[in-house]
């Protein structure tokens, strides 16, 4: 895209088609029965995690859902050991003790994934407090789902965030499904940024599957709260393109009307044709990151399936610090 | 030495743990401005001043949540509760989210938080503001739990949780309080896990905790003009259970006896006695003896509470009829 720094266009391309890659990979060995647990994928969301991290540093937080693997490969979360940990090997983030819902890399300020819907909101809010008690530059961003909107957390910790004018970033991915419900019959609003009026902060709608938009409403987002101006709420409308879990027969919607609309929607489709539409990036160097990242995923499913399983004496470690 | 309230002396443990580390604040409803309900955090803002010393709005599950985030973020935060009854609120935050976190991520970050919980029969306060739900956390790896019954222990027990890495949940009984006893000047720590054997004796081992830890020593002087003489345990932290030390002391006394305020079911006196029976059954010469409320609610009337309450003629009498 003209006036965009072909360095951030490749991250841009390499993060989503490293999320992409790395679900399709996790996906098929999943249905291969080789994945324990349960899968939640991420697929057609791409842009969202890539744009907002994009304005992060390995010191900013994030806290993140049950559909985390993009938000950590975004954060720069190490893809072997992400894929380990879904293997359940002790090689893994979290020595095969939490899997697909639970992939932390605190050194990269990725604060963890969670098994619990709305979870993250009151963490992140917590991670900016410190920040700011400790005269941080650091900002924190919560990535949170439409159906978690409806949860208390959500509502207190906005308030929370907006009172004390924490430097936290509300980012709801708005996918238009929590599990089986449609957005429409769960939610009272139109949309849900109109929320972030009741608590005092911006709140503002953007495009989620253009990766440009996203990145340009976080950096907003995130250059207020480093500032000291407060909270935002950030609303990315997408579409999940896969059931809920792997696995999920998809009762509430046909196939079709998904494959229409991942037609049109789809981040990664839209991100080659407006950048090689203008010439910004060259086919060659698009299919050169994809042949990368496609080296990268075949390595990290060869090191999860060669790691061991972690001994049984390890039940009893890291329960107490 | 001198003699200090059970309020002040956690308010010193505030005070000094706080000049210590400027990481250790506090936040929760209502404690800058009023001090704390008990005034146990009386003076904290004037000498620290309101950003670590922070009025919330009633949001209890953004409190502790927050707390948790904060503490993964590198503070080291003291959140109230107000009540412990209010922790219901905040569950989803208390066990899912503080007790697991460094499990679940495999040891990458402690969590150290505490959890400040006033609990316990006062006043008539009835069945929302009068639990001991102590229990509940006992059932919940990865959470520390402590419940002093004196000045001199809450004073040392909250400087231990505030410094140890662990989410730890501080039961501190209301009609504790007003309390006064003896606190050393200085230093005091009282180590997590580590029961006091506050009687010896050998005639009877009687294990309790916080507020009831007074009721079994007005029985025990009862007992005692009887010529009975027992070993009284106060167990001060709940989780981890200190086992050595009642097993030592049933082996020696060849009896138990449990009390605690709390309701009998699925209590802490059932896992004391479950742990005697599984690993120290040889060593009983009588059926144990567990007192606790009884299975309800707590009740509002007078008449009523009296009632609920457990009090040192059951103690009493109970342990009497053993010999
Ligand atoms: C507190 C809680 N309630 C219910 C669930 C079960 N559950 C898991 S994901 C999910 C739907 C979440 O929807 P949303 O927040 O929109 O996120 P999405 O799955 O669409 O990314 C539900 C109901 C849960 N994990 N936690």
């Given at each position: 895209m003209v006036g965009w720094d072909e360095e951030l266009l490749c991250r841009f391309y390499r993060t989503m088609v490293t999320i992409r890659f790395f679900e399709q990979t996790v996906e098929k060995h999943f249905l291969a029965g080789e994945i324990p647990g349960f899968v939640h994928l991420y697929i057609g969301e791409e842009a969202i995690a890539t744009g907002v991290c994009a304005?992060?540093?390995?010191d900013d937080y994030i806290a993140s859902t049950h559909r985390g693997h993009g938000h950590s490969i975004a954060k720069g979360a190490d893809v072997s050991r992400m894929m380990a940990e879904i293997f359940g090997r002790k090689t893994g983030y979290c020595k095969g003790k939490g899997g697909s819902m639970h992939i932390a890399d605190f050194s990269v300020g990725m604060l963890g994934a969670n098994g619990v819907v709305g979870g993250s909101l009151p963490l992140a809010t917590g991670a900016a407090l410190a920040a700011k008690m400790l005269r941080q530059k650091r900002v924190a961003v919560a990535f949170f789902g439409d159906g978690a909107s409806n949860r208390g957390t959500f509502h207190e910790s906005a308030n929370l965030a907006s009172v004390w004018k924490l430097p936290v970033i509300f980012l709801?991915?708005?996918?238009?499904?929590?599990s089986t419900t449609p957005y429409r019959s769960s939610?009272?609003?139109?949309?849900?940024?109109?929320?972030a009026r009741g608590y005092g902060m911006p709140g503002v709608i953007v495009d989620g599957n253009d990766v440009f938009a996203v990145y340009e409403a976080a950096k907003a987002a995130v250059e207020r709260a480093r500032g000291g101006g407060g909270p935002s709420l950030v609303e990315a409308k997408t579409y999940r393109i896969k059931g809920h879990f792997v696995g999920d027969p998809e009762l509430y919607r046909s196939k079709e009307e998904v494959q229409e609309i991942f037609a049109k929607t789809d981040p990664i489709s839209r991100f080659e044709r407006q950048v090689s539409s203008e010439g910004s990036l060259s086919r060659e160097k698009l299919d050169s990151i994809k042949l990368e990242v496609q080296e990268l995923i075949d390595k990290a499913l060869a090191f999860a399936k060669e790691s061991p399983e972690p001994d049984p004496s390890e039940l009893f470690s890291d329960v107490y610090a | 030495m001198r003699e200090i309230t059970f309020a002040q002396a956690t308010l010193e443990a505030m005070e000094e743990e706080m000049t210590r580390d400027e990481r250790v604040f506090v936040m929760g409803e209502?404690?800058?401005?009023?001090?704390g309900i008990f005034g146990q955090f009386k003076g904290l803002p004037q000498k620290f001043g309101l950003d670590r010393v922070k009025d919330t709005p009633i949001s209890e599950t953004a409190i502790v949540g927050a707390g948790v985030g904060a503490a993964l973020g590198g503070m080291r935060p003291v959140v109230d509760m107000h009540f412990a009854d209010f922790m219901g609120v905040a569950m989803d935050e208390l066990f899912n989210q503080m007790a697991k976190i460094h499990f679940m991520f495999g040891g990458q970050r402690p969590v150290p938080v505490v959890v400040r919980a006033p609990d316990g029969l006062t006043n008539q306060a009835a069945a929302q503001h009068s639990q001991s739900i102590e229990a509940w956390f006992l059932h919940i790896p990865g959470l520390k739990v402590v419940i002093p019954s004196n000045p001199a222990d809450a004073k040392g027990l909250l400087k231990s949780a505030i410094r140890d890495d662990n989410p730890v949940i501080y039961f501190e009984h209301k009609r504790l309080f007003p309390v006064k006893g003896p606190v050393p000047d200085g230093e005091v720590l009282v180590p997590i896990g580590k029961a006091a054997v506050t009687k010896p004796g050998k005639d009877i081992t009687i294990v309790s905790y916080s507020y009831t830890m007074r009721v079994v020593m007005d029985a025990v002087s009862i007992l005692e003009k009887d010529g009975i003489d027992p070993e009284v345990i106060d167990l001060r932290t709940i989780s981890p259970i200190d086992k050595d030390t009642i097993l030592n002391s049933v082996a020696k006394t060849r009896k138990l006896a449990i009390a605690h305020e709390a309701v009998k079911q699925g209590g802490v006196g059932a896992e004391i006695a479950a742990i005697v029976a599984e690993e120290g059954l040889d060593y009983l010469d009588a059926p144990v003896l567990r007192f606790g409320a009884p299975f309800t609610p707590v009740p509002f009337a007078r008449t009523l509470e009296a009632a609920y309450r457990v009090k040192a003629e059951d103690i009493y009498s109970g342990i009497r009829a053993l010999f």
């Open positions: 304005n992060l540093t390995t709801c991915e708005n996918n238009q499904y929590a939610t009272s609003v139109e949309d849900i940024a109109d929320r | 209502d404690i800058a401005r009023q001090g």
